[in-house]
């Protein structure tokens, strides 16, 4: 697990209280039980922790944690020197 | 320092009560009492009767400020997003009602944030020497612009009043006032709005019915009151010379109960310190901090001097801090029925 993957799954075990065996990429917020005021505080504290502009608009129920993740590196790799 | 002071508290609820069975039944809302608690925190709110305005909210719970205190004011700022009329101000009839001639009396617009804003120009105005004893009323009848109908809102609020007499007072007296944050982005002017019935869209005709109701976009909204109410509040703290664990007493905005839940733990508050109402009046817009201080939870539990932080976010989009000792004030319930 890289180092992105594995802080999300660490703050959805934490802050969250979803089980940690239940986080794998193709999961989905609804099958985690995140409502939508969760994926949005999910969300903010992702964007304090990296300073990246993560859009909480453009998630939903369906969203799967995989697609954060990518979401999340797109935004690391555009903010690295030498990135697009 | 010379500071200002908090020294009568005085709060004006409307008796009928209504919970979550009623407002989903009335609405007609796909939803129930079980996931607006969960996704709240609110389980029931007051609200005015037919025929009750803002400002008759807002003169009782300012007599009762007035008795609190013992003093009349020489000046009043009335909050309010929800004001009797577009034209005139409430604030001049409340003052008139409450028999004090020729005060300067004007309304202060900053939605869910203007009780603060009106309690920081206070405490402004008495420091400049333009007035000795400023009443702050925050006063709102949101029933009067909710949607029944809509799911994302109907069940969030509750209509009210409270109010605080200041007065000029020595540094280290109980309810001083030590700092203030506040701020605005009106690049977030869209996500809580009322459309219509303003210059820029009058729709004199009501063609357009719906844009005449309250509207928020819930989720965007979450994202930005956590943020501006975490850094508003760590400013206002910084500049009193506190820090979070001095605190024994937190009161923000009731808005929602996990973005109270957020804010406080983002800025390291036990929950003993922290009080609200949400639960039994939902949000009462610029009602919200005042009726707090008058509650009688937090008025059993914290002595005079306590160090005290309040903080609110609202439509603008605005926010707002102010640092305070606990007042020393026997605050004066009213309920109107």
């Known amino acids: ?84 | 320092m010379p500071r200002t002071a908090v020294v009568g508290i005085g709060s004006c609820l409307p008796a009928r009560s209504v919970d979550n069975e009623e407002v989903i039944a009335e609405g007609r809302l796909d939803s129930s009492d079980e996931w607006i608690r969960r996704r709240t925190g609110i389980h029931r709110r007051r609200r005015a009767a037919p025929g009750t305005a803002t400002g008759d909210l807002a003169v009782y719970a300012a007599a009762a400020a007035i008795e609190s205190a013992d003093a009349a004011p020489d000046f009043v700022l009335l909050a309010t997003t929800t004001p009797d009329h577009p034209c005139p101000a409430t604030a001049p009839a409340v003052a008139h009602r409450l028999g004090l001639p020729r005060v300067p009396a004007l309304d202060l617009a900053a939605v869910c944030s203007g009780f603060l804003y009106a309690l920081a120009t206070a405490d402004a105005l008495v420091r400049a020497g333009a007035c000795r004893r400023p009443l702050v009323i925050g006063a709102d009848t949101y029933s009067t612009i909710v949607d029944p109908a809509d799911r994302d809102t109907a069940a969030l609020f509750g209509d009210g009043a409270g109010a605080v007499l200041l007065a000029a007072a020595e540094d280290g007296a109980p309810g001083a006032l030590r700092a203030a944050d506040l701020g605005s982005d009106g690049g977030g002017a869209a996500l809580i709005t009322v459309a219509a019935g303003g210059s820029r869209q009058p729709d004199r005709q009501r063609q357009d019915p719906d844009a005449h109701w309250f509207r928020m976009r819930g989720r965007s909204v979450y994202g930005q009151a956590v943020r501006h109410l975490t850094d508003s509040a760590g400013r206002a703290l910084a500049a009193a010379g506190w820090r979070p664990a001095d605190l024994g007493a937190f009161v923000a905005h009731q808005a929602n109960q996990r973005i109270l839940d957020s804010v406080a733990d983002r800025l390291g508050l036990p929950p003993a310190v922290r009080f609200g109402n949400l639960r039994e009046l939902g949000n009462t817009a610029a009602a919200s901090i005042p009726l707090v201080l008058a509650d009688d939870g937090p008025q059993r539990a914290l002595a005079p001097g306590t160090p005290t932080l309040l903080t609110a976010f609202g439509g603008g989009l605005t926010w707002a801090s102010v640092a305070l000792t606990w007042p020393a004030a026997t605050p004066v319930r009213r309920t109107l029925p």
Request: cysteine-free; hydrophobic content about 40%.
């Open chain 1, 1 to 84: 697990m890289d180092q992105v993957t594995a802080r999300i799954a660490a703050v959805l075990t934490e802050k969250f209280d979803v089980p940690a065996e239940q986080v794998t990429d193709r999961v989905s917020f609804r099958e985690l039980d995140l409502d939508s005021l969760s994926i949005v505080e999910l969300y903010v504290t992702l964007q304090e922790e990296w300073g990246v502009p993560l859009d909480a608009e453009a998630a939903d129920a369906d969203t799967t944690v995989g697609q954060l993740v990518d979401d999340v590196r797109k935004l690391l790799d555009g903010r690295r020197p030498g990135g697009d």
